[in-house]
């Protein structure tokens, strides 16, 4: 009698929280069609609503270093440098000076190569782990050029060497053998140098000793916001911490460094070649996007009334989209190499492929989609995107087949060889 009376009581207690789930909330009434759209009913066109306030407010932003199609080569490169300046001033990386030299912890001999895993310390109070594939044959006296490898979310630098994670629980994502980018550069002969993104595998916190995921950024990319900097600014500031080094590596051709980021790495991927004008090519592994436009038409709520957000917390940099978004920055590396693999809106496409013909190599840049979009004819929007949708149907207009996002071996590979065999 006892428990259930305590049974009844515990439902008591947890009766106004469970009717706030998804499914109880069409009981308030939620007209989710009607509310797609961020609207006011105001003659004046105010709003009333906070969420409609800062709507408006990003609608009406205008990037401060927004590329511009009828610049001309003088304009556009001194709008890069301007880009830069700006780019430099937001990821805050500190200028410390004497810091010690990054030490070499084990070898091990693979076939065809070695890997070594390194550690670097870019802060007083940080050691960054990194691994280093290089092939046989290569020493000072053969140097060969080298590639800096940014993972993804969810993934470690150990994933992308094809190593075994150093957490036997973490449990890798689908596409494992896709996206051992570093393994398949050091066997076409690159040196090829993997790190973690903050908070994910070797990098985490208490993951190493749950069943979570093998990152959680969420507590740390907000602290870094407290103290003034970004979880971006600090993690392009420790991948340049390690590029440097690669340069003064005697093995590796500093005048020929590529950096291939995949999906999350893309972010710092666009910083490092946005702040070192010295970086030789890029090899973009994800979608190009507006994250201001996302963050507009993404408005369709869920049942429980809540909009999303595109965004999450470690992807956040105070004043970013006041100066630029993505499809600029990436606008500013032409005339340097890069590739695009999954595609995106044409209309952002095409803005990048006009830098590289303002920047006079329009051979320096190569597209590809999704093959779900890889006829023109499949993708469904040619200008700005529609307010009032949700995440599908964004994905969807921006020609994004989200099941298959993956490195892509096949286009990557032969486009490197491509670049690296061509003397420019």
């Not at 070499?104 to 390194?118: F, L, N, T």
């Not at 900097?229 to 590029?243: A, K, N, P, T």
């Not at 690669?246 to 995949?262: A, C, D, T, W, Y």
């Not at 051979?363 to 949700?390: C, M, Q, W």
């Amino acid at each position: 009698m006892m428990k259930k009376i305590k049974y009844i009581f515990l439902l008591f207690c947890l009766y106004p929280f469970l009717m706030q789930t998804d499914g109880q909330n069409k009981a308030y009434g939620l007209d989710i069609e009607k509310n797609k759209v961020i609207s006011t009913d105001r003659q004046d066109g105010r709003y009333i609503s906070t969420r409609g306030v800062v709507h408006a407010l990003m609608k009406r932003n205008v990037p401060a270093y927004a590329f511009h199609s009828d610049f001309s080569q003088r304009e556009f490169n001194y709008w890069k440098e301007g880009l830069r300046g700006k780019m430099k001033d937001l990821m805050r990386h500190p200028n410390l000076r004497d810091l010690p030299t990054p030490k070499r912890v084990s070898c091990e001999k693979r076939e065809g190569y070695r890997i070594e895993k390194w550690e670097s310390y870019p802060l007083p109070e940080c050691v960054v782990p990194f691994l280093m594939l290089i092939p046989d044959q290569v020493n000072a006296g053969n140097p060969v050029p080298g590639v800096l490898c940014i993972p993804g979310s969810g993934r470690t630098k150990e994933s992308l060497a094809g190593e075994p994670e150093l957490e036997t629980k973490y449990a890798r994502p689908r596409f494992q053998e896709e996206n051992e980018m570093a393994l398949k550069y050091v066997k076409i002969g690159l040196v090829a140098v993997v790190v973690d993104n903050p908070c994910i595998g070797e990098c985490s916190d208490l993951e190493k000793y749950t069943v979570a995921p093998s990152y959680y950024f969420d507590e740390s990319a907000r602290c870094l916001l407290e103290l003034g900097w970004s979880y971006l600014g600090y993690s392009s500031y420790v991948d340049m911490h390690v590029l440097s080094w690669m340069k003064e590596q005697p093995f590796i051709r500093k005048e020929r460094l590529i950096v291939s980021g995949h999906s999350l790495g893309t972010e710092p991927l666009m910083v490092l070649g946005a702040l070192d004008p010295t970086i030789y090519g890029f090899v973009y592994s994800d979608f190009l996007c507006r994250t201001l436009e996302r963050i507009i038409v993404m408005t369709e709520p869920k049942e429980n009334g809540y909009r999303p957000f595109p965004n999450s917390i470690e992807h956040l940099i105070p004043e970013f989209l006041c100066n630029f978004d993505f499809p600029d920055i990436v606008s500013s590396l032409a005339p340097r190499p890069i590739i695009f693999t999954e595609g995106g809106l044409d209309r952002d496409l095409e803005m990048v492929r006009q830098a590289y013909r303002i920047a006079g190599h329009p051979e320096n840049i190569e597209i590809h989609f999704y093959p779900k979009y890889a006829d023109p004819d499949s993708r469904k929007t040619k200008g700005n995107l529609p307010e009032g949708v949700n995440r599908e149907a964004y994905f969807d207009l921006t020609n994004v087949d989200a099941p298959n996002h993956c490195f892509k071996e096949n286009l990557i590979i032969p486009w490197v060889k491509k670049i690296l065999s061509e003397d420019k």
